[in-house]
């Protein structure tokens, strides 16, 4: 079976502009994560659904960032007026539990803010 | 404050010896732990785990070690081959029963002939 998917894989977008990132997860998979990877680090959180319901965003590090699953299958991440320090490697990774199980990870999207 | 640490940027191993990778972490509650493997332009996938009611977990070459006195743990890789080059994550649940990972900033495995 497929694995979970992202696109783009990469993403350019001038300093303002407006992206939207998605993820295909494996199907079925209940649980949805989003991470966000700068240079040199490990990924690190920035929300999480159950099914169709966003259950934590404590980690959008602001409003800017947008995250919705209607259909409790693929997710889309947006991030309004980017800026430069929005550049990373965008991670998404689904699970088939809502306890603590091994989450499969997407390939990310590398966004760059010029 | 970072929870999950990986002080060691770097590895470099010869092939056929073993690889130690170290993590410690400094949130008391995390009671259980994974190690992710992730090679470039490619997502983390999952290698191992271990429960904090262990001290020790092995699948084929790779044992992770569980030490909660001192809060660290360590992945063992051997023998270490080639392949084995690539980023490892150590990362911990934020909570029981809830799967939002908390990861290290990664140690880059060399491995060398």
């Known amino acids: 079976g497929a694995g979970v998917s992202q696109s783009p894989r990469y993403k350019v977008a001038k300093r303002g502009q407006d992206v939207a990132l998605r993820c295909d997860p494996i199907?079925?998979?209940?649980?949805l994560f989003w991470y966000q990877q700068a240079l040199g680090q490990g990924p690190e959180f920035l929300t999480y659904?159950?099914?169709?319901?966003?259950?934590?965003k404590s980690g959008l590090p602001s409003d800017r960032f947008f995250a919705e699953r209607p259909e409790g299958s693929v997710s889309t991440l947006k991030i309004q007026r980017t800026q430069q320090e929005d550049s990373a490697v965008y991670l998404c990774?689904?699970?088939?539990?809502?306890?603590?199980?091994?989450?499969?990870f997407g390939p990310g999207t590398r966004l760059t803010v010029l | 404050d970072q929870q999950v640490k990986q002080n060691s940027p770097s590895l470099s191993v010869q092939e056929g010896r073993i690889s130690i990778l170290n993590c410690d972490y400094t949130?008391?509650?995390?009671?259980?732990f994974l190690w992710y493997k992730k090679y470039p332009a490619e997502g983390p996938t999952f290698l191992i785990s271990?429960?904090?009611?262990?001290d020790k977990n092995e699948d084929g070459r790779f044992t992770v070690f569980l030490n909660k006195s001192a809060k660290h743990l360590s992945l063992h890789i051997v023998p270490s081959q080639p392949g084995d080059s690539a980023v490892y994550f150590c990362?911990?649940?934020?909570?029981?029963?809830?799967?939002?990972?908390?990861f290290g900033a990664g140690t880059r495995l060399a491995v060398h002939p």
């Open positions: 199907s079925g998979h209940v649980s």
């Open positions: 990774a689904s699970s088939n539990s809502v306890s603590t199980d091994t989450q499969y």
């Open positions: 659904f159950q099914n169709e319901a966003q259950l934590d």
């Open positions: 949130n008391s509650m995390f009671d259980y």
């Open positions: 990362a911990a649940p934020q909570a029981r029963g809830y799967n939002k990972l908390i």
């Open positions: 271990i429960s904090s009611i262990k």
